[in-house]
Structure formats: C-alpha cells, structure tokens
C-alpha cells in the first residue's frame, strides 16, 4: 500500500504529463527550458526520483515528439539538449536503450543530412552520437550499420562551424576505436573525405587517418593517390598533415607506389618544360620549381625508402631514387632562396 506522500508524487507525475500531452509547441518549449535548468547534471536515480520512478515516461514522449517535428527544425537544440541529460546521467543505462529502440539514432542521423536545419542543432545531434558511441561497442556498431559512417562523412565535409567539425572528429575518432567489425568501414569513410572542398574537414580526416591507418594495419589501395592529391593544397596545415601521414604510410605495403607518385608530381608537365626550354637554356629561368610541399614530402621519405631498394625482390628504376634524390637537393635550395630573400 503505497503512502501519501507516495501518493502525492504519482499524482504530480501524472498531472505533469498530462500537462505535456496538451501542450502546444510555445508551453511544450518553455517545459523543456524548465527541465533542462533544474536538471542538467543530475544522475539517473536523481532523476527518477524528480519523476517519481516515471523518468521514463518524460524521455519517450520528448523522443516521440523529436520524431515527429525534427524536419520543421522547429526549437530542436532544447528537445535535443533535454534527451542529452537523459543519455549523459550517470547509471542511465535503461534511458539509452529506450531512446535506442524507438529509433533515435536513425533520428539523429538523418537530422545531419537536413539543410534547413541549423549548425547549432546538429552540433547537438553529433554530442548525442558521441554518448551512444563512447556507451560500447554494441551501440558503436548500430551507428555503422544505420549508414552513420557516411552521414557522419558528409556532414563534415559540408559543415560550416569549424567547432562543430571538430566535435565530428571526436565522434569519428571513437567509432573506429574499438570496432573490429566496422572499423575498415571508418577507415574507407576517412579516405573518401580527401578530396573535399573544406580545408578543416581534410585536415582532421588526415590526422583521425593516421590514428585509424595504425589500427587497420592493411592500407587500402586508393589511399596513395588520395593523400598525394591533398599535396597541392595551399593550405599549409593540411600539407603538414598530409605529410606527417606519408612518413607513416612508408612503412606499409604502399611504399613503392607512394614514392612513385611523389616522384612523377616532380616531373613538369610536358607543355611547360617546352614553353621555358629555350630560357632555360639561356640561363634567365631556373630549373622546374616543383612544389614545395611535394619536395618536402621526397625529401622526408626517400631516406626511409632506400631499404626497399636494397632488397633483390625489388629492381625498380634507378630514376626512382635519382629523382627522389634531386628533389631532396632542389627543396633545400628553394628552402636557402626563401631564407636569403627575406633577410
């Protein structure tokens, strides 16, 4: 038999539901402003006990209602925020389950997909992500299976804030952390992120690739051309990145065709070298000025590489390395030119 007081709490319950249930979007939204400035932080027992043991009953209605309303975008950061104490409080294991099954994820990550939706939303979406990925493997792999890698993906590349972005990074970085079943499907996402049109999105897709590229061991074959396409970038942040990934990647399989490839990024074009052939000769024109960065990136890696030459198994030609060696020399100079300019 339950007391009075017990008694007086179900009753507040109920009446506060009931008060949800025939709310229209302006109360619903001052409800939720309420909720989340009285209980953010609390754990989960602390909750149950502000609901009466009916914590529950709030989080599936607050769920169904981001359900229905979320492609409207209408004051989405509170519904969002609201569930996120739910997900976030210490000993809430029931709470995700139940956000879980009745679609939740799939909720959030078609929320990244919408353009009228605002950053700041997504933002939260991504942080609810996080919680459900860092909660353990289980839960890391319903976010790959719901197309959540691809989401995720594009969601960065597109992305406008970069604090958001690198909010992304955070949540990409745990789902291939940990994930023996879906981690090669990550590492192929990271890839498919280079030739993207945001300078922020490639450099944090570099340096998770580093991290992830460790954990896969197995280097999948477009990443070669990929990571020397980023080369000719303007953005000194990502060459850095890009090259701190090429002194990893010598050490993998793709060795011979990386340098290859820097190699024949150092070889003017043949419309150029018969455009500057006759200055050149004249001596009014310097040799081909390849890129810095490419030469840089020769200069670092072809020291590692020569063991690879050394081997009987391997007779590729001698301009591999002569070339390799020149660039080193031609860096350098380019380097020393820099140095005396500026002084």
Same mark, same amino acid.
Request: hydrophobic fraction near 40%; charge should be neutral.
């Given at each position: 038999?339950?007391?009075?007081?017990?008694?007086?709490?179900?009753?507040?319950?109920?009446?506060?539901?009931?008060?949800?249930?025939?709310?229209?979007?302006?109360?619903?939204?001052?409800?939720?402003?309420?909720?989340?400035?009285?209980?953010?932080?609390?754990?989960?027992?602390?909750?149950?006990?502000?609901?009466?043991?009916?914590?529950?009953?709030?989080?599936?209605?607050?769920?169904?209602?981001?359900?229905?309303?979320?492609?409207?975008?209408?004051?989405?950061?509170?519904?969002?925020?609201?569930?996120?104490?739910?997900?976030?409080?210490?000993?809430?294991?029931?709470?995700?389950?139940?956000?879980?099954?009745?679609?939740?994820?799939?909720?959030?990550?078609?929320?990244?997909? +919408?353009? @009228?939706? /605002?950053? *700041?939303?997504?933002? &939260?979406?991504?942080?609810? #992500?996080?919680?459900?990925?860092?909660? $353990?493997?289980?839960?890391?792999?319903?976010?790959?299976?719901?197309?959540?890698?691809?989401?995720?993906?594009?969601? +960065?590349? @597109?992305? /406008?804030? *970069?604090?958001?972005? &690198?909010?992304?990074?955070? #949540?990409?970085?745990?789902?291939?952390? $940990?994930?023996?079943?879906?981690?090669?499907?990550?590492?192929?996402?990271?890839?498919?992120?280079?030739?993207?049109?945001?300078? @922020?999105?490639?450099?944090?897709?570099?340096?998770?690739?580093?991290?992830?590229?460790?954990?896969?061991?197995?280097?999948?074959?477009?990443?070669?051309?990929?990571?020397?396409?980023?080369?000719?970038?303007?953005?000194?942040?990502?060459?850095?990145?890009?090259?701190?990934?090429?002194?990893?990647?010598?050490?993998?399989?793709?060795?011979?065709?990386?340098?290859?490839?820097?190699?024949?990024?150092?070889?003017?074009?043949?419309?150029?070298?018969?455009?500057?052939?006759?200055?050149?000769?004249?001596?009014?024109?310097?040799?081909?000025?390849?890129?810095?960065?490419?030469?840089?990136?020769?200069?670092?890696?072809?020291?590692?590489?020569?063991?690879?030459?050394?081997?009987?198994?391997?007779?590729?030609?001698?301009?591999?390395?002569?070339?390799?060696?020149?660039?080193?020399?031609?860096?350098?100079?380019?380097?020393?030119?820099?140095?005396?300019?500026?002084?």
């Amino acid at each position: 038999m339950t007391s009075v007081k017990e008694q007086a709490a179900i009753s507040r319950l109920l009446s506060f539901l009931q008060e949800w249930d025939n709310a229209g979007k302006g109360l619903r939204t001052q409800i939720l402003t309420t909720f989340i400035e009285t209980n953010e932080g609390k754990t989960g027992p602390e909750l149950e006990l502000e609901f009466s043991q009916g914590a529950s009953l709030f989080l599936i209605r607050v769920t169904t209602w981001l359900r229905i309303i979320y492609m409207t975008g209408f004051e989405l950061e509170k519904i969002l925020r609201s569930i996120g104490i739910f997900l976030s409080a210490v000993s809430s294991n029931r709470y995700l389950i139940e956000f879980l099954e009745i679609g939740g994820v799939l909720t959030l990550l078609e929320i990244l997909g +919408l353009e @009228k939706i /605002k950053e *700041e939303d997504k933002k &939260e979406s991504i942080k609810l #992500l996080q919680i459900v990925a860092n909660t $353990g493997r289980k839960y890391k792999e319903l976010i790959c299976e719901s197309y959540g890698v691809r989401a995720i993906a594009e969601f +960065l590349a @597109k992305s /406008k804030s *970069e604090e958001t972005q &690198e909010e992304v990074q955070v #949540l990409l970085d745990t789902l291939v952390h $940990g994930n023996p079943k879906y981690q090669n499907q990550v590492y192929k996402g990271l890839i498919a992120l280079l030739p993207c049109g945001s300078p @922020k999105a490639q450099r944090l897709a570099l340096q998770t690739l580093k991290t992830a590229q460790s954990i896969v061991g197995a280097t999948h074959p477009s990443i070669v051309d990929r990571v020397l396409s980023v080369l000719s970038t303007v953005h000194l942040e990502v060459q850095y990145e890009a090259i701190e990934l090429i002194k990893d990647l010598i050490h993998y399989d793709v060795r011979l065709p990386l340098l290859q490839g820097l190699v024949a990024l150092l070889i003017p074009p043949v419309k150029e070298t018969s455009k500057l052939q006759a200055r050149i000769f004249s001596g009014r024109t310097p040799l081909w000025d390849c890129p810095l960065e490419v030469g840089k990136a020769s200069w670092l890696t072809v020291p590692h590489s020569f063991r690879l030459f050394d081997s009987p198994d391997h007779h590729p030609a001698t301009s591999v390395p002569a070339a390799g060696c020149s660039c080193q020399d031609h860096w350098v100079g380019l380097q020393r030119k820099r140095v005396i300019a500026a002084s």
